[in-house]
Nanobody
Framework: VQLQASGGGLVQAGGSLRLSCAAS????????MGWFRQAPGKEREFVAA????????YSADSVKGRFTISRDNAKNSVYLQMDSLKPEDTAVYYC?????????????????WGQGTLVTVSS
């Protein structure tokens, strides 16, 4: 399984970005997907997750109301729409595939990771 994240870049505070993650394989809908991020000097943290069918989502409190996770199983892709971005959202964002179909929030429950895409929010 390979995961390819894209869509990062430099944006001003208050702006928006949409991250995409394309997955290889033929059983994409059988697995939950998640987004995590790691800021410089900090530990990796959970951002958002979505169930295999896409009906259940969960987001970290720090991004609730601003970020939206979605997926298109026909395209083997998961997305993270990020609105009202803040400088503290600056990080490398990683997409990951869960070991199961349900929503998971801890990194150890994911066994495939993309390479990361850098999001920089200027003040």
């Amino acid at each position: 399984v390979q995961l390819q994240a894209s869509g990062g870049g430099l944006v001003q505070a208050g702006g928006s970005l949409r991250l995409s993650c394309a997955a290889s394989g033929r059983t994409f809908s059988s697995y939950g997907m998640g987004w995590f991020r790691q800021a410089p000097g900090k530990e990796r943290e959970f951002v958002a997750a979505i169930s295999g069918g896409g009906s259940i989502t969960y987001s970290a409190d720090s991004v609730k109301g601003r970020f939206t996770i979605s997926r298109d199983n026909a395209k083997n892709s998961v997305y993270l729409q990020m609105d009202s971005l803040k400088p503290e959202d600056t990080a490398v964002y990683y997409c990951a595939r869960s070991r199961t179909v349900v929503v998971r929030t801890t990194g150890s429950e994911y066994n495939y990771w993309g390479q990361g895409t850098l999001v920089t929010v200027s003040s």
